[in-house]
């Protein structure tokens, strides 16, 4: 029996690359306003830094940077998106007091939500945080919007999460 469900935030409930188009957007008018110049050009420059930011983030290398969000920034995005009365408690970092970089931030926050891991569903789009979870002992799929070579169960859309409840 389903107890929780752990949807990751970056790559799951928000599309990254939309969540980068309207950054690099609000930056430029941002700095623009604040420094002066073109909010296009700051736009670029914030393009530019953002892309090389995310590349050392996602370096599998450096796997505990890829998800250090706190529930106060789980929050903001949430409440910018219109969907934070949906959801209970955000498990950022600091909330667990553990890096998401393997199987010991699920069960902390499995033990954080008193929820047993075999009753937890866990969905991301990371493979190694599916496998971390799964290790935790919850079910766990990675959710591939691309369709591409992947694993068997992989889903393509939070969609067919329901049917695999």
Known sequence: MTRAIFLDDG???SDNERRHEHWTRLAGEYLARELGGDP???GEANRYAAA???ARLEDPRNRA???GATKA???GYLRAEGTRD????RYGVDVVDVWKDGPGFYAAAFEHAR???DDAVVVDDKLHNVESARVAGARAFLLDRGGGPGQADAL???DELVTKL
């Open 40 to 42: 296009a050009r700051w």
């Open 11 to 13: 790559g799951v409930l």
């Open 156 to 158: 393509r859309s939070l």
């Open 115 to 117: 929820v047993r891991p």
């Open 52 to 54: 090389r930011l995310m």
């Open 65 to 67: 940077g890829s998800s």
């Open 86 to 89: 949906l959801f209970g408690t």
């Open 73 to 75: 920034d789980l929050d």
